[in-house]
Structure formats: structure tokens, C-alpha cells
């Protein structure tokens, strides 16, 4: 459906451009006082959104939730663990000086994350840091 549609305007614009229309700018036009929009994606890396408050044709507010935001949440109200958190648990670490499967594991949901480890013990010392390259 959506490709018929960028079909049809297509063909409209090449229509206009035949009659000499070449205008590449309409000033957007907006309605006078509080208008909101919200929209959702499924990216790659899971649920994208963008939320928007417009007042008077100027943004009033504006926030985008990113997958990341999903993916690194710590704990919920139960006490279950979020995404990264659950995988990491009981991976096996080869080498704890270079705990590259960790690197590997929270990349492997979203590769805009983890280009540092802190591997630290139950009283929250850090045992080693690791920065990616």
C-alpha cells in the first residue's frame, strides 16, 4: 500500500513539473495552540519513539525514547531483571582481566553500548575496567 502511494506522488510531481511547476518549498502552515504527536518504531535494536508537544508552531517539548532506554533498564517493580542483566548472569568469562564476553553479550543487543566493563564484587569495588577500542 505504501508503495503505491509513493507511486501516485511520484507521478503528481512529475505531472506538476511538466506544467512548469517548480516550486520545491509550501510554508507549513500550523494550527494555532497545543498539538501533540507520538510515534513508534520497531528498529533493529527494539522499540523506538518520539513524543512531541507543539505550542503555537514551535516545540514546546520534545523526548525520544531509544531502544538502549529498553534494553539497559535495571529492574522492574518485581524484581525481574532487564534484557542485559538477565543475559549476563551466569555467562561464562574466560579471561576476568579482559571480560571481552561481556562486550560481546550487551553488543549483541545493541551495538551502542559497552565500550567500557567495570567488573566489580558484591561490596561494589572495581575489580578491573575494560575499555573497548
Excluded at 560481546?104 to 575494560?130: G, Q
Aim: hydrophobic share 40%; with cysteine.
Amino acid at each position: 500500500m505504501q508503495v503505491d502511494e509513493l507511486l501516485n506522488q511520484w507521478d503528481l510531481l512529475l505531472a506538476n513539473m511538466g506544467k512548469g511547476d517548480l516550486k520545491t518549498f509550501n510554508k507549513p502552515v500550523f494550527p494555532k495552540g497545543e498539538q501533540q504527536g507520538v510515534g513508534f518504531h520497531e528498529a533493529p535494536r527494539g522499540v523506538l519513539s518520539h513524543w512531541i508537544v507543539i505550542q503555537d508552531g514551535k516545540i514546546k517539548n520534545y523526548q525520544c525514547v531509544v531502544p538502549s532506554t529498553w534494553n539497559a533498564a535495571p529492574r522492574n517493580e518485581k524484581d525481574a531483571p532487564g534484557a542485559y542483566e538477565a543475559c549476563l548472569v551466569g555467562n561464562p568469562i574466560a579471561d576476568p582481566e579482559k571480560p571481552l564476553e561481556v562486550l560481546r553479550t550487551v553488543h549483541s543487543f545493541d551495538p551502542c553500548i559497552a565500550c567500557a566493563i567495570h567488573v566489580m564484587d558484591e561490596e561494589h569495588t572495581e575489580i578491573v575496567k575494560v575499555k573497548a577500542a
